[in-house]
Structures are given as structure tokens and as C-alpha cells.
């Protein structure tokens, strides 16, 4: 039995039963880590951004960290400011994308959007447009975004407007927060995987900007993102085109789910929402409670910074020298990693990029196989899919 194409999710991907074992097969293939080689670092962060339309920030942010992790660049406290800023505001975007219009028509079992409350997807399409204004205030474009490695495109003008905004529409996702919560059932989540997590702290609190990885595999421990080899190994399987990554040996998750497990909400709304985080949640279908839980956040974080701003540069002078250099971020799938190697002209020798959905990868087969083998229900297959948001370009750079 084949599901093909498998809907609501971002690239192309069919399911396949054949000897009453489960395989999730990503059809697409991209070469980006290959046709890198050979260019020029300034270069690099734009080029990276079209991995993927969704999450570009995500991969022009991480790229620029890694040229500046092996060129010895700091970067100002405002820069830092700023990127986090992007990262909160296409988080917001993604996962309202995502949630309100990828997942809803699941809880609804609706046919099409006409189905779902209208209310839902005006509040749907009100938190995209905020985020991506945002964005395109720093970094030009909500899609192709501009990144310089030293700092950002330009300065952030009038955060008074951006504050007011972002505020507004925190009201009107909070009016409905509890109306949502009771449609997605978090109390009723069945455990479908247990796993480890990995995700990206600062001082133990949820930083898409962090400079620690936080990682759950059979005990709790933290690393320096440059050492992520020595726990990370990346393994290939004939039938995808994605890569089946594991953490010690042991299959693990990213995202909103991992970070809400190894990480603590500083902003006072969504650190209450987050309760049923208190210890580690294996439940597959909490991820969509998780990401609705990090809408608030990432809106409350914006604000914060923004009425915190810092000073300094918003770019630096960048003197290329060989060597290699490691940048992670969160994207909004979870940890996303850009390895570089550079000669001393400052040109890309060798490429490693592993995305959210690669580490996925493992899990969301397991998963499926698992509800398969117990239910014996392809319906549900789909479903499974979604709670995890793959995106498959960036699964296949």
C-alpha cells in the first residue's frame, strides 16, 4: 500500500506498507552541502537561506554563525539582539503557518478551510503577517532573507510600532488560547515514542540564539555546539533521501517538544502554559500544545527585547583565515547545525548541514510503525506525519 503524496506538509514525500513494515520515503534530492564548495564566505548565508522558504532566517542566522565561529568574530550585543528577534518572529510565522492551517483541518476533520472557525484563521493569518513585518525590518525580506556575517542588514527603526503589534495580536491568541487548548486534548495524549531530545540553552533557559546544547539521552547533559560529532552520527538508508541521525547511539526528537522538555520559559505567560513540561513528555501529540505554547513565547520574548534593545554595531569588520567553524541555532522544527571548513582565502572547503527533520527522521518512522502495527488504521498515518511539521527541502539540502 502506497500514500502518495502525503498532504499538508512542506516537500514531497510518500508512505509505503510492504511486508507489514511502515516506510516513510522523502523522494527529493537538493546537493546543497556539495555546491557550496568553493565559494566565498560572504556568500554563503544568502545562499543558504533558499534552502528553504519557511525557515530561511533559521539557515542564514546558523550559516553566519559558523563563518564567524571560524573566523574569531564576535559579533555586538545588539546584533544578538536583533538575530534573536528574527528567530522569535519567523518561529511565530512557522508555527502559526503550520498550526492554524496545516494541523487544524486534523482536530476538525475538515474537508477544507471553510470548515474550520473563521475566527482561527483570521488569528492565523493576523500572527504571520506581524512576524514576517518584523523580519523584513531587519533582514529586508520574510523570504531570501538578508544576513551579513558580522551582523545584520540594518538597523531596527520605530520598535514603538513592532511592540504595539506584537502586542495586539498576543491578546487576540490569548482571548482563544484556552478555546484551542481544549480542542487539541493535551491531557489526553497517548505515550507513542520515547525518545532522547536535543536542544539549544543559555543557562538553562530556551534560547534560539543559545551557546550550549541541552541533550536527553538515558541521563541529561549539555555540550559546546563545535563538540556536536562527538555525540551526533548521521547513518543513510537506501529507500530516502533523508539521513537518520542519533544521539549516542539512541534516537532522539527536536523542536518545540525538546525544548520544552530540556528547557525552562522565562516569560511569564507562556512559563505557566508550559506545566505539562515539568518532567520529560514522550507524547507525540503534544508537539502541536508545544508550539502553540511557544507562539506566546516567542511573542512575549519579542517584546522583551524589544523594549530592551542593546547598543553596538550593527556590523564589523570580517578578515577570512582559514579553519572551521560550527553555527546552531533553533529553527522552528528544532536545532539545526551548519559545520564549515574554510582555506585561508576564506572559501568553503567542506559542508555539513543537519536540519530538524533530519534528526526527526528516526522518530517519525518509529512512530509510524508503531501506529500502524497497534491500530492498523493507514488513516492515521498522515496525521502522525504532521504533528511532527517536516520539512522535507530542508531533510534533503
Same mark, same amino acid.
Given at each position: ?34 555546491f557550496l564548495e568553493g565559494r ?21 542566522? $546558523? ?72 523580519v523584513e525590518k531587519i533582514a ?48 489526553? #495524549? ?65 523542536? $518545540? ?12 505567560? $507562556? ?26 513565547? #516567542? ?16 556590523? #564589523? ?45 528516526? $522518530? ?34
Amino acid at each position: 500500500m502506497v500514500i502518495e503524496p502525503v498532504t499538508r506538509i512542506e516537500g514531497n514525500a510518500k508512505i509505503e506498507i510492504k511486508d507489514d513494515k511502515v516506510f516513510f520515503r522523502v523522494l527529493e534530492f537538493r546537493g546543497f552541502e556539495k555546491f557550496l564548495e568553493g565559494r566565498s564566505f560572504e556568500y554563503i548565508p544568502a545562499i543558504t537561506a533558499r534552502i528553504c522558504g519557511i525557515c530561511p532566517v533559521a539557515h542564514a542566522v $546558523a550559516s553566519a554563525r559558523a563563518i564567524e565561529n571560524a573566523f574569531d568574530i564576535e559579533v555586538s550585543e545588539r546584533v544578538e539582539d536583533l538575530r534573536r528577534i528574527l528567530l522569535l518572529a519567523q518561529t511565530i510565522q512557522s508555527h502559526a503557518l503550520h498550526f492554524f492551517f496545516l494541523t487544524l483541518p486534523d482536530y476538525f476533520k475538515a474537508k477544507n478551510f471553510f470548515e474550520i472557525p473563521r475566527n482561527l484563521v483570521s488569528l492565523g493569518i493576523e500572527l504571520r503577517k506581524v512576524a514576517n513585518s518584523l523580519v523584513e525590518k531587519i533582514a529586508v525580506r520574510a523570504v531570501h532573507p538578508e544576513l551579513v556575517v558580522g551582523g545584520v542588514a540594518r538597523d531596527l527603526r520605530n520598535p514603538e510600532k513592532s511592540i504595539a503589534d506584537l502586542k495586539n495580536v498576543l491578546s487576540s491568541l490569548l482571548e482563544k488560547f484556552n478555546d484551542i487548548v481544549e480542542i487539541l486534548k493535551p491531557n489526553e #495524549c497517548k505515550v507513542i515514542n520515547e525518545t532522547g531530545y536535543l536542544a539549544l540553552t543559555k543557562d538553562g533557559l530556551c534560547d534560539y540564539y543559545g551557546n550550549k546544547l541541552k541533550a536527553f539521552a538515558s541521563d541529561t547533559f549539555e555540550f559546546e555546539p563545535n563538540r556536536y560529532r562527538e555525540f551526533i552520527e548521521e547513518y543513510v538508508e537506501s529507500y530516502t533521501y533523508t539521513k537518520f541521525p542519533r544521539l549516542k547511539g539512541e534516537v532522539f526528537r527536536v523542536g $518545540a517538544l525538546a525544548r520544552l522538555n530540556l528547557t525552562e520559559l522565562d516569560t511569564d505567560l $507562556a512559563k505557566g502554559y508550559s506545566k505539562h513540561f515539568k518532567t520529560i513528555r514522550h507524547e507525540t501529540e503534544l508537539y502541536n500544545y508545544a508550539r502553540l505554547v511557544e507562539i506566546v513565547y #516567542c511573542l512575549e520574548k519579542s517584546i522583551e527585547i524589544l523594549e530592551n534593545l542593546r547598543g553596538g554595531e550593527i556590523r #564589523c569588520h570580517v578578515k577570512p583565515k582559514g579553519g572551521r567553524g560550527v553555527g546552531v541555532v533553533e529553527a522552528p522544527r528544532g536545532t539545526l547545525i551548519h559545520d564549515y571548513e574554510f582555506n585561508e582565502r576564506g572559501l568553503i572547503m567542506k559542508v555539513n548541514i543537519i536540519t530538524p527533520t533530519t534528526m526527526n527522521n528516526p $522518530a517519525i518512522d518509529i512512530d509510524l510503525n508503531t501506529i500502524y502495527k497497534s491500530l492498523r488504521d493507514p488513516t492515521r498515518l498522515e496525521k502522525i506525519v504532521r504533528m511532527y511539521d517536516p520539512c522535507l527541502s530542508c531533510s534533503t539540502h
